[in-house]
């Protein structure tokens, strides 16, 4: 599986963007994917995440700001950050789980994006 993420840059305090994430090879082994990000200076973290099933999850710092979707025929991701605020500035990463059941025990894998950067000025 190989990841791409695209769509970050520079927007003002209040702006919006939107953070897309194609997936490619091996697609349909993926399960589960996520946004994570990573700020100067901080560990990674998780943004949000959803199922295959179409179950999302979102962290509390970015609720009800951002909204994760994906579109499942055309294995691609989407983040839309709406009023965003300068500690929204960070690496965006793209991750996904994949599962195969064809071996003895299923093979889990961890697949990365190499991230896109969101900066918010104020």
């Known amino acids: 599986v190989q990841l791409q993420a695209s769509g970050g840059g520079l927007v003002q305090a209040g702006g919006s963007l939107r953070l897309s994430c194609t997936a490619s090879?091996?697609?349909?082994?993926?399960?589960?994917m996520a946004w994570h990000r990573q700020a100067p200076g901080r560990q990674r973290e998780l943004v949000a995440a959803?199922?295959?099933?179409?179950?999302?999850n979102i962290v509390e710092a970015v609720k009800g700001r951002f909204t994760i979707s994906r579109d499942n025929a055309k294995n691609i991701m989407y983040l839309q950050m709406n009023s965003l605020k300068p500690e929204d500035t960070a690496v965006y990463y793209c991750?996904?789980?994949?599962?195969?059941?064809?071996?003895?025990?299923?093979?889990?894998?961890?697949?990365w994006g190499q991230g896109t950067l969101v900066t918010v000025s104020s």
């Open positions: 991750n996904a789980l994949s599962i195969v059941f064809t071996t003895t025990p299923p093979k889990m894998t961890d697949y």
């Open positions: 959803i199922a295959n099933d179409g179950r999302t």
């Open positions: 090879g091996s697609s349909s082994s993926i399960k589960g």
